[in-house]
């Protein structure tokens, strides 16, 4: 499993994203695979690092071997929990910063055109982490 500190704040960005969007149903649809990429890609347009399109795929693919490394559903969710705890600690992450990321997560959410309670409750979990009224999906 790769450590925790070996991971900037995209690396756990793009956990939050895949995590929510595969632990909700079990299931990684196309579609959300789809806004998660988007996703990254918007994130790393507004920062100053230098990307491109074939970077966004590399980071969305180290994400997701994270993810998929960890074997036990429990240990899963600590990596979430982490993964958010982490990007909070970043000094750019405000209420702003937690708002759009919630966003972000209900376009997952609604990706498939099916919304689960899980999402629903998750959206909630992760809401509580960051102090944050959940968007209404």
Request: aromatic share 10%; with cysteine; hydrophobic share 40%.
């Amino acid at each position: 499993m790769t450590d925790q500190n070996d991971n900037d704040w995209i690396d756990h960005y793009g956990f939050i994203l895949v995590a929510f969007a595969h632990m909700t149903d079990w299931y990684l649809a196309d579609s959300e695979l789809q806004v998660i990429s988007d996703k990254i890609n918007f994130m790393l347009a507004n920062t100053k690092q230098s990307y491109n399109s074939e970077g966004v795929a590399q980071k969305i693919v180290k994400v997701i071997n994270r993810y998929k490394s960890i074997s036990e559903d429990s240990d899963k969710m600590d990596a979430l929990f982490s993964s958010c705890a982490s990007l909070k600690k970043e000094p750019w992450f405000n209420k702003l910063a937690s708002v759009l990321l919630l966003e972000n997560l209900a376009e997952i959410a609604e990706a498939d055109h099916k919304i689960e309670e899980t999402e629903i409750q998750f959206l909630k979990n992760i809401a509580d982490v960051f102090g944050i009224n959940p968007p209404k999906i």
